[in-house]
Each structure stands twice: as C-alpha cells, then as structure tokens.
C-alpha cells in the first residue's frame, strides 16, 4: 500500500510554492537585465547587474554575462539557497514530515550537486564584486556639478549593506573566521570574527532574500530613472 504524502494537516506547501514563484521571478528577471544591455546607468549610479563594468571590445555579448556568474554561483552554491531549492523545485523533501519524490539518495556526491562543494571559492570570488559595490554606492553622491544625495543612491548605499551582511553570514565564512579552530583563547581577533559572523549567521536565510530583492530593486529604480520613466528624487 503506498504511504500518504504526509499526514501534515497545516499549509505546509506555500513556503515551497512561494520560493519556486521568487526564484523564478528573480531568475527572468535577472536574465532579461543581463541580455538587454542598456539602461543600466543613470548620473552615477550604476546597476549592481552591471558592477563592475568590464566594457571589452573582443566580447561579444551583454558586459554582465563576464560578472553574474559570480553571484549566480555564490547564491547557488549557497547552504540556505540549497535547502530551499531542494524544497521547492525538487521536493527532496518539501517539507518537514513530508515524504520525498524519489526512492533513492545520492547526496551531493554526483554531477551536478557536486559541484556546490565549490562554495567557498564562491565565496572568495564574491569579495572583489562586494568590493565594486562599495565603491558604486560611494560614487553615486558624485554628480558631474558636485555632492549630491539622490534617492538612487541611498538605495545603493542600502543593498550594499544588505549584500554585505549576506556575505558575512556565510556559513563558509564563519567556518573560516574561527569554525576550524579547537582553542580561541589566545586569538581575540579570530573570536570577535567568529562571534560577529555567528551573531548574524542566525539569520543568513533573512539576509539571503532581502539582499536578492534589493539588488532587483536598486536595478529597477535606476533603470526606471534611465528611460525617463521616473525622475531622481534629488534630496540634497
Ligand atoms: Fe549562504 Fe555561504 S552559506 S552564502
């Protein structure tokens, strides 16, 4: 006789469904910016799709194909971003207390799962990117005539912020920070790290999401103020 599904009586079923509805939204989204390869600056301000900017002449197509893959792996690759797509998309399992799809496990010990034992390189890559970030948020007070605090920038300034504390909750780096030592007595720089990272690695999952939707956002003002549908609110 085949086993029930699960005997769960709660919505157990939207967490997944709403993921698999972000994801794919976030995933077009994304894409479409990357191929289009325009509107993507405005003043100063500059996409966070597009950051940093590596305008070759020998590359064919859109400038953002040479950078995404970076977040694109670090996200992927990601502990948090793993258990929920595993969920949602794969239904292995779906749920707590919810039977799973399939009969047979593997892990991640095959093509392509293996490959998320990359994220940690991920993760390395992913500071020079965090680092253009930085530098476009400051930027973007810069107008040709001088200082100026635009509402763009503000948003920069705020997903760069978000972005930051996505990083720095990584599980990989928390491991790295002090995770692999047996005796922080002697080490007050590595445990301040540690207990920093550990402090916000409680909620890397919050930061995951937050940090996806503002980096959509910050491109969607900038992109709105690049075609003239919206002005720049120009607050100093
Ligand atoms: Fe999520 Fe490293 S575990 S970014």
């Given at each position: 006789m085949n086993q029930p599904l699960t005997e769960r009586r709660d919505a157990w079923w939207v967490e997944p469904l709403v993921t698999v509805v972000v994801l794919v939204a976030f995933g077009v989204y994304a894409f479409w910016v990357a191929l289009i390869n325009r509107d993507f600056a405005f003043g100063p301000y500059l996409s966070p799709f597009y950051s940093p900017h590596l305008d070759l002449a020998w590359w064919p197509f859109s400038p953002a194909f040479l950078i995404l893959w970076v977040p694109l792996g670090f996200r992927l690759t990601c502990y948090y971003y793993r258990r929920s797509y595993y969920r949602a998309f794969f239904w292995d399992p779906p749920a707590c207390a919810v039977g799973e799809m399939r009969r047979s496990y593997r892990g991640e010990r095959s093509f392509p799962f293996v490959l998320n034992n990359l994220h940690r390189y991920f993760w390395y890559l992913s500071l020079p990117v965090l680092a253009f970030l930085w530098y476009d948020a400051i930027k973007a007070f810069f107008w040709e005539d001088g200082f100026h605090v635009g509402l763009g920038a503000l948003i920069l300034v705020v997903n760069v912020v978000l972005l930051s504390y996505y990083t720095f909750s990584c599980h990989a780096w928390r491991h790295l920070a002090?995770?692999?030592?047996?005796?922080?007595?002697?080490r007050p720089v590595r445990y301040g790290l540690w207990r920093w990272t550990s402090r916000i690695n409680a909620r890397h999952g919050y930061w995951a999401w937050v940090s996806m939707v503002s980096v959509a956002l910050a491109d969607a003002y900038i992109r709105l103020c690049a075609t003239g549908a919206i002005a720049d609110l120009r607050l100093f």
């Open positions: 002090g995770g692999c030592l047996d005796c922080m007595s002697g």
